[in-house]
């Protein structure tokens, strides 16, 4: 059984540096890919960034591009998100996600993602 357990999070000035971090277990995540995701009060669950796991091929949402950075550490079987130059728009819950999948594609629906962390709170003061 895949689990995702996401830390990292806390309140933070507009401007500031968070990373999160989604610790991985249960599965060799080669064929995987990690998406993270945000949801906000009152609004949908949208599609931050995500990674393929061997190929490290990487896909952000244009609201974050030069901001945020996906990476991941094979070894420690986990993948973080440095988010910078913090805004108060991106005050959310964030989750990290997994899908099991050969191609490159990086997925960005919520629905096509098949396990799910517990979430880490950001919250961007202004």
């Known amino acids: 059984q895949v689990q995702l357990v996401e830390s990292g999070g806390g309140l933070v000035q507009a401007g500031g540096s968070l990373r999160l971090s989604c610790a991985a277990s249960?599965?060799?995540?080669?064929?995987?890919?990690i998406g993270w995701f945000r949801q906000a009060p009152d609004k949908e669950r949208e599609f931050v960034a995500g990674?393929?796991?061997?190929?490290?091929?990487?896909a952000y949402t244009d609201s974050v591009k030069g901001r945020f950075t996906i990476s991941r550490d094979n070894a420690k079987n986990t993948v973080y998100l440095q988010l910078n130059s913090l805004k108060p728009e991106d005050t959310a819950v964030y989750y990290c996600?997994?899908?099991?999948?050969?191609?490159?594609?990086?997925?960005?629906?919520?629905?096509?993602?098949?396990?799910w962390g517990q979430g880490t709170q950001v919250t961007v003061s202004s």
């Open positions: 996600a997994a899908r099991r999948s050969s191609s490159n594609r990086i997925r960005m629906l919520p629905s096509e993602y098949d396990y």
């Open positions: 990674i393929k796991w061997s190929s490290g091929v990487t």
């Open positions: 249960g599965r060799t995540f080669s064929n995987y890919y």
